[in-house]
């Protein structure tokens, strides 16, 4: 039997300090783990069941093609197995909508404890997975943990009695019930700490779940099973399926299906809120989109800024995991009065950082994603250039053994530009002068996203325009645009950068969760 656990009020998890000789060490353990390992073969995983398929795919590391990180069934082959998914799930879903959400958010507290033992070896999984560098693993795991915390705190705040308006001679009760089951298609870029905490806040809240990880980044997400079966979550209620765009496709036009949760590109979100919107026969549900899609971040720079703590922020928004998050610093607007200052600084910065493997500790950009990716970027590089653009740092790219490409900033980029307008998710940045603070606004929102965005002024007047005006989900004053916090900083964005879901906050369960209201007289 389970008991339940006191409770510290929630605290992020703290990142690693890797300047410590002894942190450094037991990272360095932590690969040499990991790279014995690589190259096994990982099953699909439906109600507890493991499926091995005849056809099977390969997840290699980017910054070393030659290096196999994990082999896997390709789904998308047998196109019964999305159908014996959501079989099993509906019927797991009879007992787990049940189950008291103290024990639900109990598991989260166990598979946080076991991320934490394991911490550098899940950070090592995705240096060669997905080519992190340390901190940006070291920060994938720890986001991961807080979602544990966070939505297991979050399950119970939400289960206990709620509010309503007394009434004379009725008892009246007003409760949130889960949805049923859901598909959790979760991206390759935070592909630990995104991943599970859409599935998990699914699961807290009383849901069964088909996941589908990204055929970039699976290996990570059968490690995440892996933990999700050692700590004894019943069989059903989280399916594993590994595959691609077909299998994704079945599981969200499932009839059976609730609920799609859903983080990547806008081209990919939109379609499945299309395929969503059609009821199909037997479906009797409107079905619930939550999708967290791509932005063209900006930050703002006016003409009295701490030039010094601008350029830092900058660099480490732009390039940090090669600029392949949805919240990646890829538009510098600064006043033309500074323009020239500040780009000799993020210059000079830019130049300074160190393009290598993943694997070594002081690398600061590693590879991209696939070869896809390298050959979007370089193409968006040229097209920079064609439209009028001045590369002022990087430009190029070695694709021989891994995707590489160095830091790159454009200079001179009008406003309506490609690579202005445009989501590129690499290590590009352009730069567009502004004639003054209202016009650098105006530019800023002159996209159809409205992801985060930055400001740095001195100017508290200014920095209150900025939070009227500039329409973001997550807005950062005098600080950069990545790095959003489970529980300080809850994280989605407006117009085409998704739902607002605010992943990490105080809302973001009510998403798989529905009201009731029951009324008794008394």
Not at 31 to 49: A, F, M
Not at 403 to 427: K, L, R, S
């Amino acid at each position: 039997m389970q008991t339940q656990r006191i409770l510290d009020e929630f605290k992020n998890e703290p990142f690693t300090d890797f300047s410590k000789p002894e942190n450094a060490e037991a990272m360095r353990a932590a690969l040499d783990k990991v790279r014995s390992e690589l190259g096994r073969e990982y099953p699909i995983v439906i109600g507890g069941e493991k499926i091995s398929l005849t056809a099977k795919f390969e997840s290699r590391n980017p910054a070393d093609r030659s290096q196999v990180i994990g082999v896997f069934s390709e789904g998308d082959a047998d196109t019964s197995l999305v159908e014996k998914a959501v079989a099993t799930a509906t019927e797991t879903f009879k007992t787990w909508r049940n189950v008291d959400p103290a024990v639900r958010a109990d598991y989260l507290f166990r598979i946080a404890d076991i991320m934490r033992q394991r911490k550098h070896e899940l950070s090592a999984w995705m240096v060669f997975e997905v080519s992190k560098t340390w901190a940006e693993a070291d920060g994938d795991t720890a986001e991961a943990i807080d979602f544990c915390e966070f939505y297991g705190r979050e399950m119970l705040r939400w289960s206990s009695e709620q509010p309503v308006t007394p009434y004379p001679g009725e008892k009246n009760i007003f409760e949130y019930i889960p949805l049923g089951v859901g598909a959790v298609i979760p991206p390759w870029n935070f592909p630990l700490a995104i991943m599970a905490g859409m599935t998990l806040a699914a699961v807290v809240t009383g849901n069964t779940v088909i996941l589908k990880p990204s055929s970039d980044s699976p290996t990570i997400a059968a490690k995440f099973m892996e933990i999700v079966e050692e700590v004894g979550l019943p069989a059903g209620v989280v399916n594993f399926i590994s595959g691609s765009a077909a299998t994704g496709e079945a599981m969200v036009t499932h009839p059976k299906t609730r609920f799609i949760s859903f983080t990547g590109s806008k081209g990919v979100g939109l379609h499945i809120n299309e395929q969503a919107a059609k009821a199909r026969p037997g479906q009797i549900w409107i079905k619930r989109v939550v999708a967290e899609m791509g932005g063209k971040d900006a930050i703002v720079v006016a003409d009295d800024a701490d030039i010094d703590s601008a350029a830092t922020g900058i660099v480490q928004a732009a390039f940090g995991f090669q600029g392949q998050k949805c919240s990646a610093c890829s538009r510098l607007i600064v006043d033309e009065k500074v323009h020239d200052e500040l780009i000799d600084k993020v210059v000079a910065l830019t130049r300074a950082l160190k393009v290598g493997q993943p694997t070594e500790g002081d690398t600061n950009v590693a590879a991209v994603i696939n070869k896809r990716s390298f050959d979007t970027t370089i193409g968006y590089i040229r097209k920079g250039v064609e439209e009028g653009g001045v590369v002022v740092a990087g430009g190029s790219g070695d694709d021989s053994t891994g995707f590489f490409i160095e830091p790159t900033i454009i200079d001179n980029v009008e406003p309506g530009a490609t690579i202005e307008q445009e989501e590129i998710f690499a290590p590009v940045l352009a730069v567009i002068k502004a004639r003054d603070y209202d016009h650098a606004l105006e530019i800023a929102n002159g996209t159809e996203f409205g992801l985060t965005g930055a400001v740095y002024s001195r100017s508290q007047e200014r920095l209150d325009q900025a939070r009227r005006d500039f329409h973001v989900g997550n807005l950062y004053l005098n600080r950069k645009c990545t790095g959003a916090l489970v529980g300080v900083h809850p994280f989605g964005g407006f117009n085409m950068s998704g739902t607002d879901s605010k992943a990490g906050g105080r809302e973001y369960l009510l998403q798989f969760m529905q009201g009731k209201s029951t009324a008794q007289k008394v």
